[in-house]
């Protein structure tokens, strides 16, 4: 009796170990890969002393009953975070202060042209940040496009006809219904059901809707695209009740490149579709009679992840993306805000903030260091990881690219296989796994990052520092 429990025991672990092993191979995980195939080998040195050295058998069958019970133990289900449980404002601390988009790092260098008055407006009110600001703009806005992999031309042109497309799109992002066009008479259950299959017919990969939240609103205009400078400084008010936030994935064979170019093509791939895709919301939400405004990357308003969360997308990562229930860190967000009533989705806990604590993978490969391994810290009123945008985007400048490190090593970014949802739904789901599953990932994958291969018509040279890198992005364009 006890030889055949060990036997099923030991199949059942030979079984973990080849699906590790396989799975592996497909991901480019070669640590994984070994340690799986070790797994093979034990669970078949195991099985063979169990039959020919019978001494060892009672031993052997107490240890896989130790791990029975671990695994028990795993399926014990705990009470989800309430804090994620309530979105964003669960992590309020305090009274919340809206962002001043003229502060973001990417407004800063691509927007301000020295010597206008919002330049000196802005350097006036912060001059701590005109010294290093000038460094950074005389890189030019992503210093030389490409340089990790000199400046590799096909890459680079992907990267210039994607966010070419959101510039083309931006002046309709705004819409209002036309005269003689009456608001159509949909139940709001019915308008979520039809708004949320058209968002994925369209190309989105999830959706969820929300009330947006005045706190997610920037409280000043600081991004000007097309020569509008009297709205710089305006505050931006009397935005669409609702939010039909929309999820993008990024292809994991281009973000696994990272920091080198394939993965800044990808990146630009999504703004592109993105920015297509909203504001195809944004029309269709005028013709239907109602307010429609496509957040992307020619107009925004708001901040997109925290909205994202309060719509039961997933929840905010250490490092500073949205992590979601199917693809991880490895998704873009878009948005379109509208008058028409809609119902909105609940905010969901998927074990991403316990996770996080314990698994620093982002944070111990960072390349700049930006992405705290410390404790999260009050920031505008919201308790969070606060990610140092300057040195990251510093370190994007050198690299030329917009790195997507972070996003690539997290463990929630891997393919959304039967095996990895597997995983996750013990991580959603189980407290004992919140906690030792991080470790357990770091033992088989690895704490450090290495670009993996990519697709043969994506590949990029190797960096010969002896090269002149002549392709430098339009400031206009990204």
């Known amino acids: 009796m006890i030889l055949i429990f060990l036997t099923l025991a030991i199949l059942a672990f030979f079984g973990i170990a080849f699906v590790l092993f396989l799975e592996s191979i497909h991901e480019q995980e070669k640590r994984a890969v070994l340690i799986g195939f070790i797994g093979m080998l034990i669970a078949v040195l195991t099985i063979a002393l169990a039959y020919f050295v019978p001494i060892l058998t009672d031993p052997l069958a107490i240890l896989f009953v130790i791990a029975g019970i671990f695994g028990l133990l795993l399926c014990i289900p705990g009470k989800q975070n309430p804090k994620a449980l309530k ?5 309020a601390v305090e009274e919340t202060a809206r962002f001043d988009e003229s502060h973001s790092v990417f407004v800063r260098l691509r927007g301000l042209k020295d010597g206008s008055d919002p330049y000196k407006t802005f350097y006036a009110q912060n001059p701590e940040l005109e010294i290093p600001d000038k460094k950074r703009r005389a890189k030019g806005f992503l210093g030389k496009l490409g340089s990790i992999d000199n400046g590799y031309q096909s890459n680079v042109a992907m990267v210039h006809s994607a966010f070419e497309l959101p510039h083309f799109l931006g002046p309709f992002a705004k819409g209002t219904p036309y005269p003689d066009t009456q608001p159509a008479n949909l139940p709001p259950e019915k308008a979520t059901k039809i708004v949320k299959k058209y968002a994925e017919h369209v190309g989105a990969v999830s959706v969820g809707i929300c009330e947006l939240n005045p706190a997610w609103v920037y409280s000043k205009r600081g991004e000007i695209h097309y020569d509008n400078w009297d709205d710089w400084g305006k505050e931006i008010k009397d935005l669409p009740k609702y939010a039909v936030v929309m999820l993008l994935e990024m292809n994991r064979d281009h973000v696994m490149a990272a920091p080198h170019t394939p993965s800044v093509a990808e990146s630009a791939l999504n703004y592109a579709k993105g920015a297509y895709i909203s504001t195809m919301m944004a029309r269709w939400f005028v013709h239907m009679g109602y307010r429609g405004e496509a957040e992307h990357t020619r107009n925004y308003n708001i901040i997109m992840p925290p909205v994202a969360v309060d719509a039961g997308l997933g929840e905010i990562g250490r490092l500073g993306y949205l992590i979601t229930p199917k693809f991880g860190a490895r998704t873009r967000i878009f948005i379109t ?87 996750r739904w013990y991580v959603a789901n189980s407290p004992l796994a919140k906690k030792v599953f991080p470790y357990i990932d770091n033992f088989i994958y690895g704490k450090r990052w290495k670009a993996r291969k990519v697709p043969d018509w994506l590949s990029y040279p190797k960096r010969s520092e002896s090269e002149d890198y002549p392709t430098i992005l339009n400031d206009s364009h990204y």
């Open 337 to 423: 805000l509208t008058d028409m009533p809609l119902i909105p989705d609940k905010p969901m806990s998927i074990g991403v903030e316990e996770f996080c604590e314990k698994c620093m993978k982002c944070a111990d490969s960072c390349p700049s260091k930006s992405i705290t391994t410390g404790s999260k810290t009050r920031c505008r009123g919201i308790e969070k990881w606060k990610l140092d945008e300057d040195s990251c985007f510093d370190y994007w400048s050198r690299v030329g690219t917009d790195c997507s490190i972070c996003m690539a090593i997290c463990p929630f970014s891997r393919p959304n296989s039967y095996f990895h949802r597997f995983i």
């Open 87 to 91: 979105g964003t404002m669960g992590y």
